[in-house]
C-alpha cells in the first residue's frame, strides 16, 4: 500500500514537470520568457522547453495588427472653439520583449499618446481647416506616434479620425451656411439654365423671322414674276386683239367696197342714200343745223365718173373689180407676229391651274357633280333628247 502510494506521488511529480517543461505558442503569438525573475528568452510559435521550477512566461504578446478606437476626445482649435474627435489607431507589436519591459501597458501609452498629439496638431488649426484636411491630421498623426513608440516595440500602420464634432451653435451655422450655400448655388444653376434657355429662344425666333422673310422674299418674287407674265399675256392679247379687230375692219370696208362696186349704184342711187344718212347725222347733240350742198348732183357725177364707166344707156355705173382679194390670215403674211395668235397654254400655268382647280375641286363640292347625282337619282328621262357627246348648253 505504501509502494503505491509512493508510486503516485512519484508519476504525479513527473507530470507536474514535463507540464512546466513544454510550453506550446499559437501561430502570430510570442511569449516572453523569464528565469529566475530575469527576461531569458522570447519564446516563438510551436513546442518550446522551458526548465521546470526556473523559467516561467512572463506575458503572451498577440503580434497580429490590432485595432484601438479611442473615446472622443475634447480638442480646442485655434479659433478658441472645442471639438469633439473620435480616433482610430492600427498598430502591431514588432518586439514582444520592448512592449513588456519598456511600458507597463502600451495600449494606454498609445491612447495617451494619441490624445495629445491630436491636441497639439488641432491646436494649430482652425475649425474649418481641422474639418477639411483630414488626411493632412491622419498624416501628422501616424509619424509622431510611429516615432515615439518605436521603443516600445509598436509599429503604428494608421490612424484614423472617425468622427470631428464641433459645438452644436457652431452645427447649427454651419448648417445655415452650407444651405445658403447650396441656396446660392441652385440659384445661379436656375440662372443659368433660364440664360440658356432665353439665347435659345432668341435662336429660334432669329431663325424663324429669317425663314419668314426668305418666304416672304420668294412670295413676293414670285408674286411679281406672275404679275409680270400676266401683263405681258394680257398685252400679248391686247396687241393680237387690235391687230385683229384692224384687220375685221379692213375686210369689213374690202367686203362694202367690193359690194359697192358690184351693184353699180347711179348717180341718183347714191344721192338717195346720202340723203338717208343726212339725219342720221342730225341726231348727234353737236349737229344743230346741216345744209345740202347746191352743186350736190355734180359732185356725185363726178364721183361716178371717176369710179364707173358708162353704159349702154350712157349711164355711169360701178364696175366690180378683176382681181380677186386675197383670203389670209394675218400671221402667214407676216411670220414676226405669228407668235401673237399663239392660243396654247403655258405648261408651268397650265399645271399650276390644274393644280389649283384640283385643290378648289377637294375643298369646294362642284355643283356640277350635285347635278349629276341629283340626275343620276332622278333617271335617265333627265337625259333624253341629247345626242351622244353634246355639251350641256346646247
Known amino acids: 500500500m505504501t509502494t503505491a502510494i509512493v508510486f503516485a506521488v512519484i508519476l504525479l511529480l513527473i507530470v507536474a514537470i514535463v507540464s512546466q517543461a513544454v510550453l506550446v505558442i499559437g501561430q502570430a503569438s510570442a511569449a516572453v520568457i523569464e528565469r529566475?525573475?530575469?527576461f531569458h528568452a522570447v519564446a516563438a510559435p510551436g513546442l518550446n522547453l522551458l526548465v521546470p521550477f526556473f523559467d516561467r512566461v512572463r506575458q503572451r504578446i498577440d503580434l497580429r495588427e490590432q485595432v484601438v478606437s479611442f473615446p472622443p476626445q475634447p480638442v480646442i482649435t485655434e479659433d478658441n472653439l472645442t471639438v469633439s474627435i473620435d480616433t482610430v489607431v492600427y498598430f502591431q507589436v514588432t518586439d514582444p520583449r520592448a512592449a513588456v519591459y519598456e511600458i507597463s501597458d502600451y495600449i494606454i501609452g498609445v491612447e495617451q499618446l494619441t490624445t495629445t498629439t491630436l491636441r497639439n496638431v488641432v491646436g494649430?488649426?482652425?475649425?474649418?481647416q481641422t474639418l477639411t484636411s483630414r488626411d493632412q491630421i491622419n498624416g501628422q498623426l501616424r509619424g509622431v506616434l510611429d516615432e515615439a513608440t518605436g521603443r516600445w516595440g509598436i509599429?503604428?500602420?494608421r490612424v484614423e479620425?472617425?468622427?470631428i464634432d464641433p459645438p452644436?451653435?457652431?452645427q447649427d451655422s454651419m448648417e445655415k451656411q452650407m444651405r445658403a450655400d447650396r441656396e446660392k448655388r441652385a440659384m445661379i444653376l436656375t440662372a443659368e439654365g433660364e440664360r440658356e434657355a432665353a439665347i435659345k429662344t432668341a435662336e429660334g425666333q432669329k431663325q424663324s423671322q429669317i425663314l419668314g422673310a426668305e418666304g416672304a422674299k420668294q412670295a413676293a418674287i414670285l408674286e411679281a414674276e406672275g404679275d409680270r407674265q400676266a401683263t405681258i399675256m394680257r398685252a400679248q392679247g391686247d396687241r393680237a386683239a387690235r391687230f385683229l379687230q384692224a384687220q375685221g375692219q379692213a375686210k369689213a370696208i374690202e367686203k362694202v367696197f367690193a359690194a359697192v362696186k358690184a351693184g353699180k349704184p347711179t348717180p341718183e342711187l347714191l344721192a338717195y342714200?346720202?340723203?338717208?344718212?343726212?339725219?342720221q347725222m342730225a341726231q348727234g347733240d353737236a349737229n344743230k343745223v346741216w345744209v345740202i350742198p347746191s352743186d350736190f348732183n355734180k359732185s356725185l357725177e363726178g364721183f361716178a365718173r371717176m369710179l364707173g364707166a358708162p353704159g349702154e344707156d350712157g349711164v355711169f355705173r360701178y364696175e366690180p373689180p378683176t382681181e380677186d382679194?386675197?383670203?389670209s390670215r394675218p400671221e402667214q403674211q407676216d411670220e414676226s407676229i405669228a407668235s401673237w395668235f399663239d392660243t396654247s397654254?403655258?405648261?408651268k400655268v397650265a399645271e399650276a391651274v390644274r393644280a389649283a382647280e384640283e385643290v378648289a375641286r377637294k375643298e369646294v363640292p362642284s355643283p356640277v357633280s350635285g347635278l349629276g347625282a341629283l340626275k343620276s337619282s332622278a333617271g335617265p328621262e333627265l337625259g333624253a333628247g341629247r345626242e351622244p357627246g353634246a355639251e350641256p348648253g346646247e
Open 36 to 38: 529566475l525573475g530575469r
Open 124 to 128: 494649430g488649426m482652425t475649425l474649418e
Open 155 to 157: 509599429r503604428v500602420a
Open 161 to 163: 479620425l472617425k468622427a
Open 168 to 170: 452644436p451653435s457652431i
Open 273 to 279: 342714200q346720202y340723203l338717208q344718212t343726212l339725219p
Open 325 to 327: 382679194i386675197p383670203e
Open 345 to 347: 397654254s403655258d405648261p
